[in-house]
């Protein structure tokens, strides 16, 4: 009898390597490793993977490179929408996972796996993005979850691949780190004391400049064009490069405190220079080229498009009404943003727009009125208090304790 096919989602690290090795060794399966890169791992790494796949004993190992589908499909309605978790968290890793659970079932449906698994834990927010995007691409698939269903402790697995021949390091470090496009999370040490912060030594980019430096961020209908000056049509690139320039000042660092899926609360730091850069500059161009009600209604949609995605929704049809809207939103946010940087910090300095919406020939917002007299503005203001005068004619007792201080 042929083989069971199991496609294993494969990150390098102890877990997904256990799962490897064990489906192969005691469950007899035929095992293909595919690591879903959304812009976390580099040449050296996707390179490491592949050799320590084929050590583990996989069949095969691939890299399913997603990182412009994460950013077409997903990063760019962040931007659109100034997504910000908790008006904190930039929902970095966190919306990877979605992008790197449908590459995988994709992958796993075109070799005609029996099964899909995945090497998270029960105790965390992964193994619902994993399982709920499984079972909704691949629904005919086995879900095998090692970690998780046999409650596996990091000894065990380490002592189980030394004991078969695998002697990679899989030291416990202090912190554990998830890399990717849209930020780095950083878990463990200090964070799991609610008193403590987290030390300079705990972020992977250290701070190596120092004075200030202005940047520059051109956007065309809402997405990156430019940055310096310099024309970008790969959008992954532009938020590379914008990391590259402001990762160096510690940019972007913050903790982050908020509820997950399953219901406990967690915390996680994270360093994200050029996500926050880029929600900053976008929004401030947004004050500047929408009306009030866009700007309103947007954040409105924007709060539930950036939880959704961390509570592992993507796929819900509502997603991409949000989407569609967003991306009307953006029809005239063009223009170039400029920023300073210093070490830890950064402020917004002026936007050059043609559709600016400050200037206009109606007025200077504290100077001079053009397009309305004097008269005309007390008779506005005058209509404007008519529903205040309506009430408190009918509430005197109300108006009586204001003006008594009650």
Known sequence: MAKKKVVVAYSGGLDTSFTVMYLMKEKGYEVYAACANTGGFSAEQLKANKERAYQLGAREYVTLDVTKEYYSKSLKYMIFGNVLRNGTYPVSVSSERIFQAIAVARYAKQIGADAIAHGSTGAGNDQVRFDMTFQVMAPDMEIITLTRDMGLTRKFEVDYLNEHGFKAD????????????????????????????????????????TGSEIIEVGFEKGEISSVNGKAFTDKVRAIQEIEFIAAPYGIGRDMHVGD?????????????????????????????????????????????????????????????????????????????VTMELRPYCFQTVGVDSPNDLVSTKLGEYGETQKGWTGEDAKGFIKIMSTPLKVYYMAHEDEAENIEKGL
């Open 170 to 209: 899989f030291a416990k470090l202090k912190y554990s780190y998830n890399v990717g496009l849209w930020g780095t999370s950083i878990c463990g040490g200090e964070i799991l004391d609610s008193k403590q912060g987290l030390p300079e030594n705990a972020y992977l980019k250290q701070v190596t400049k």
């Open 260 to 336: 997950t899926i399953i219901g406990i609360k967690g915390r996680v730091g994270f360093e994200a220079a050029a996500p926050m850069l880029i929600i900053a500059a976008h929004k401030f161009l947004e004050k500047f080229t929408l009306s009030k009600w866009q700007q309103y209604w947007k954040d409105q949609v924007s709060n539930w498009y950036g939880m959704f995605l961390h509570e592992s929704q993507y796929l819900e049809p509502v997603m991409r009404d949000i989407e569609a809207m967003l991306t009307s939103s953006q029809r005239n946010v063009t223009g170039k």
